[in-house]
């Protein structure tokens, strides 16, 4: 079957690889639709290693071509979605309500990472009956496969963040996934939602998202800013969606005491992440640093869907763009560059 | 002044008080609009036993008439609004974050319950800085009058109903209070909201407020219709807002192992509520029952304003009538009768 | 081999039946320790309906006989203990934190209820890696053994107490699980633990695993003796370890307003759990009623074993009576009648 | 009245002063015994800036000398205690249960920070029902003076690490605190209490407050010590009780994914506080990262006092030094030496 595969560092392109099989408790997916990730980007740049022939991508939905002897709720033909995040269920950090650090830290993470990714003809998903949903009827699949990462990294943002009802949140970077904390937020209940972000397409997208102020970084100093529109109280809670020592500085720094730095960026580079020790109330202000890595799992996906079926999320304008998956190589580099305004590049298998 | 009373139990009317007065940290509030609640007309029916000459009401909003020497944050002439509750907040229980439990079970209840309410030409709240909140210039009085019950109790039992974002609950009954879990349940991301209610004027605000489907319990029996729209699934919280045995039963019966029952509805009769035994799992399916008693605080207050101020809530619809304070008695009535299609009757005072 | 079965309601005995086999993700184990719950009276006593031919038990720990293609940590010969639950980890309620549930109410409970139990040569282990854990060089069978039920549903009666440091607590019934209860909240730090029990080797037992005074309601009310020994404030936390309703009408008449009510009682009588109105706040009052099953689960076995290794914590004193396998009806009647003192009966495979 | 007084940064000494005043809330306590703490030598070393003629100290037990007129609890003649924070029970940041940082980060801290500290003949206390609480006959004041900090800061940091019923911590530093903590950890049940220390003194100590195992620092990379003795699992929490960013660094790098990291040291140099990002898990593990300022508060030392009247805990092993009050500055240039294995010392008030 043909693959879009990372060959080494630096280095990708599509090519044929032996399909996957199901082992008994296992699925075979055969994608549709499919998004492709930034961290794709960070990891053909070789954010985790170098790695030969690995196929990329986390995000698709798509047809179950086959599932293995001991599946008992898909069957082949049904319309499904699988996490990007696909944790074994029965291990210890599941147990205690970690599933995506399964069998190690970020052990839940496995396609493109540890097993070969989604963007092949066929995808091969480890328990199935636990890692794939059913997309319900009356939504599409370029809406389902949103529920993979972005929606649900996004969220969980917000999640973490623990908004009171009422409360204040500033989310930083309004990427994709900064996007859908911002929404996020808002289904948390926020009162007061400021989007930090310089571009101006994704500026309007967070207020459509439910931003309600709008902080241009190159406009203002983002920290003094939160400040005065917090009246100098700070915020309740904050969101790294970027992830870079730098904005988690920031997000310390307009936290209130007793609030929640959020983090849902992916730190790339240098040695450390640096709290700042005055703004961090010297280890004793109670601003919490919170992290997670995007939640998997049937139930997961059921509740993101059940957003979508409702009306109650609509992630489509995030594709700003669509290719064919023979044209994948094309978009990949498009998110590489982050040119022509892309957010979103929306792969069509079908 | 002229103020609202009970007489003793079944008997109001307006009579001649005293002036209440300001003790160091408290401060005088000269209401300039209110509403009645449900619980004014349980206190004349003798649910908390007898009263005399007691000024009733607990919902309004004003204008600082006197502050005692060491309140910090107002001074007279601000526009504020007091909470129904108004917690000691140094006592034991606010202490350990149940501050409407100061110094007594439902102690933080004071209005027109431990001494005099809010329908009088002036009315005195006890530690000023804690409980008041000032109004910001774009919230009406009409608005923000509905921040110190109404909202804070029903999003209230939102909250304690712990739902997770997608996921789904039952509200039972749609009166001002559940017509505010409703919008709380939208307000914390629920994805399937199922309000169980009969009278069309009310099923229609449940809507308006994020309800995604209507049960009712005159067409089909309601739990049954709960379990056949969630797929036999149960949902994942049932918030009881009516104070009814036979409903918290209902709400046991249609909630799903491992889900909550939040309670907001005032239980005035009878021995016992009722915990249906087999539904509960013979006491092992962690079902958790979980009660509360509104939230009050400057606080609370502020973060309920934000939410008025940044348009995300609007509880005016629930205004369905209005009266001058002379005319309270009549309102009153009404409220008892519940006929007109009444929802919440506005009183004012100005 | 042989079992020890439920013939039907009222009935039991040794029976010959089939060797049980593994398919690919569990293991066989074969017991050499075991203990006889309550709970298998009761279910002889018809409370969760009839049986035929089922085999009884779910505490042992054994020697792994055999294990499935797919079971990745434990092999022939090795020295395990077995959960009395034995959820489905895959499943949507241990994705939502509540194995115990899984696939239904009280799902995770299989042995003796939904499949054979461990009174037999050999037992069937379903997702072997998640649901054994290896019992550490320097812990006895017989100590490992208590980890299954008694320790594990007794602690969690103390977890969702949530007693805070120095708090207060009162445990209603001192048998086992109840033992286990006033251990678990010693082991949470609680600084009043009241035990209510009327046998006195019971009492002697309770005060052994840290109650700090004895409540005997033989001698006295206990709602008014606890209330006396708390001055009047009730307690942080009460803990229903009994599973009648008229005991958690009495734990909720003890607790403060804000604390918790954690029930670990089967109920196992009656159409309803009586819950006093007045006492409970007239649902205000934010008694919090918890309700939970048995954890099971590798990980939480592990850290159960953990206590035992460490020495901070000695079941062997609950041992009343030992029994080889073949006199195990004789231990089972000794359960049913509760004479001579007993509180757990060993039972000897090996 | 003499106070033992910081004169600027680096300068102290006893000083003849105006005796406080009590408000209307306030009490004037008389103290008894007290003890000194490592933050008075902070503070003197100019660690919150410069001070003149600040009276040291905050942990104190004492009697009450006068009460202010709406004081209901407490009447002079009263043997008290009073924590060494004392919060403002009704700012914002006390309803949002995060006393400690009432009106500003670390804003309950005020004795020897904004007000003249209790190392005095009399020392004043704001909102006195709230903030003392009265000492049990038989607890005697070298233990009651315990609670007011150690204790209450000691503890704090277990209950911050979220440690399950026979779970896994590890302690960094075996001060006065460090040894609370570890007393806080065998309080929550903890299983495995590693405690890292190479004092011979204090690592008896920690063996005699529950440390399972002792990792000195000195004889191993306490990183790699750590993971051997947790099989290469890591802890499920970390406790940093010194106030260092490498011994953060250490606490991050020791606990496992989805583990807590529960701050209690006061880091006092440095413009960063550094976070390893590659043990962190590139910001995605859910290694959290808690903070905490001692809890204040009548409950609080309530609380805490009846651990000590039960007999849970004894931290009068604690005190290594005595000294009665005019010979103060020796005691706090000892605890500034930190030499002669000085843990606390005792200034006898009386």
Known sequence: MQAFVMNEI???????????????????????????CTSDVHTV???????????????????????????????????????????????EAAQDD?????????????????????????AHVNEADANLAHIPDDVSDEE?????DMMSTGFMGAEHAD???????????????????????????????????SVPERQELAEHYGATEIVDFEEHDPVERIRELTDDRGVDAA???????????????????????????YHGEGEYVNVPREEWGVGMAEKDIVTGLCPGGRLRLRRL?????????????MTTHEFDFDEIEEAFRLMESKEDGIIKPLIHFD
């Open 239 to 265: 969101i790294e969606a970027l992830g870079s020592s730098a904005t988690l500085e920031q997000c310390v720094a307009v936290t209130r005491p007793g609030g929640k730095i959020s983090n849902i960026g």
């Open 98 to 122: 970690h599933p995506s650090q399964s069998n190690g830290a970020l052990g839940g993470w496995k396609f493109a990472n540890v097993k070969d990714g989604t963007f092949a003809e066929y």
């Open 305 to 317: 869907l059940r957003l979508l079926e409702a009306g109650l999320v609509d992630p489509t304008p």
């Open 45 to 91: 740049h070789g954010a985790i290693g170098d790695r030969e022939n690995l196929t990329l991508g986390h995000e698709v939905v798509g047809i179950v071509e086959e599932v293995g002897e001991a599946v008992e709720s898909f069957e082949p033909g049904d319309r499904a979605v699988v996490g990007a995040i696909t944790p074994d269920w029965g291990s």
């Open 163 to 197: 908004i009171p009802i009422g409360g204040t949140v500033a989310v930083f970077a309004q990427g994709p996934v900064g996007l859908m904390a911002t929404k996020g937020a808002a289904l948390q209940g926020a009162g007061q939602i400021l989007a930090v972000e």
């Open 144 to 148: 389902a496969v949103y529920t993979t």
């Open 10 to 36: 630096g280095e990708t392109g599509l090519a044929e690889k032996e399909e996957p099989e199901a082992g008994p408790t296992d699925a075979i997916l055969r994608p549709t639709k499919g998004l492709i």
